[in-house]
């Protein structure tokens, strides 16, 4: 700045030097940039990097003169913190170390593979500079993949917590809709390759077409139909288009593994919810409730794609896919999708989700976009 002067008291500011540590990410550049053009991420957050690889790095201060912070350990820098963007990404390591005793079988082996999701804001963070760090160390499992996300947005506009438009997560709780549908439309949101919007409108549509309409409906019938038949399930005598439906399902799953593997988390819960679409449909064309000796056959089909169908949910609605494996007497575990389900009795359960009426979003608007004042959630100072 030319002659720079305080636009309040017209005075001019005092410059004053100070001693502070510096990492020299220029002389990690090239293991830097062999590693970012080798890695398997999507094409924006791999640009991202480049492009401050690209610009030329230079070495960056990892110290604050601030009073909040966690303290340098070194002596005669008693005075400094450190900067929130080398201290932050150690505590990745220092956590899993306070949590579990085996925590370098995440950090310190080779089969590991750590990803990190994060806004595109926080790329650079997460690539050049936290890479740098653990190229620096040369002891620590470098990320498998940095899924840096796009922004999402509220109603057409930049989330702020100041000017009070956005979704507030701690005032969830007080709607009453559970988690579940929350994390569900969120999942549908996932900005993977361009910014998105909450819309209030397409919210209550999706939940209760998709999630209510289409899973909750399928868990429901099946559910209703066997308790009313004894509760027991049993396999009946399938055919061969039969157990080649429930095939399909397990093929299913071998492309939601590759989906997840590779951070389509939105086009992998869309392929799910075909598959329970299409037990719906099965459901819907075999008439069950016509009766007949296929019955049991129905049931025990639908009831195995139910198991495939929760399974591969399970990491998008975990408490609701519980739920229905208590149920279904079965173990949310990949491995079970290859096993069909036995003669078990199943249990009846409440309906899983709640309709989300229209005429009820204001009430429920007011509540979650009213944030909580910071020095409430954290204390005053």
Known sequence: MINPKCAICGESPSFKKFKHLFLELDKLSPKIKKWVEKADWNVGTKNLALSWLKRGLKPRSITRDLEWGVKVPLKGWEDKVFYVWFDAPIGYISGTKELRKDWTSFWKKKDSKIVHFLGKDN???????????????????????????????????????????????????????????????????????????????????????????????????????IDKRGGKLKK??????????????????????????????????????????????????????????????????????????????????????QKVANAFSFEIEWEQINKKLGGKKIKAIDLLFPKIKREELNKIKKIVTNPTPLEKIFGEK
């Open 123 to 225: 790329i650079p963070f997460h690539t050049v500079w936290w890479g740098g760090m653990l190229l620096a160390n040369g002891e620590f499992t470098l990320p498998y993949k940095v899924a840096g996300l796009q922004f999402l947005n509220y109603e057409g506009k930049k989330i702020s917590k100041s000017n009070k438009w956005g979704i507030f997560c701690e005032k969830l709780a007080e709607t009453g809709i559970p988690s579940d549908v929350w994390r569900f439309y969120l999942s549908f949101l996932l900005p993977e390759g361009k910014d998105t919007d909450w819309k209030w409108d397409e919210f209550v549509e999706k939940t209760n077409k998709e999630l209510l309409g289409n899973y909750g409906n399928l868990i429901n019938r099946i559910i209703t139909f």
């Open 236 to 321: 009946g005598s399938p055919s061969k288009k039969d157990l080649e439906l429930i095939e399909s399902s397990v093929k299913t799953s071998e492309e939601i593994k590759k989906l997840v593997d590779e951070i389509k988390l939105r086009e992998a819960l869309k392929k799910i919810l075909l598959l329970s679409d299409k037990a719906n449909q099965y459901f819907q064309h075999n008439k069950p409730w016509e009766g007949g000796k296929n019955v049991e056959t129905v049931l025990w089909v639908c009831s195995n794609l139910i198991k495939n169908i929760t399974i591969m949910l399970s990491p998008f609605i975990p408490e609701s896919c």
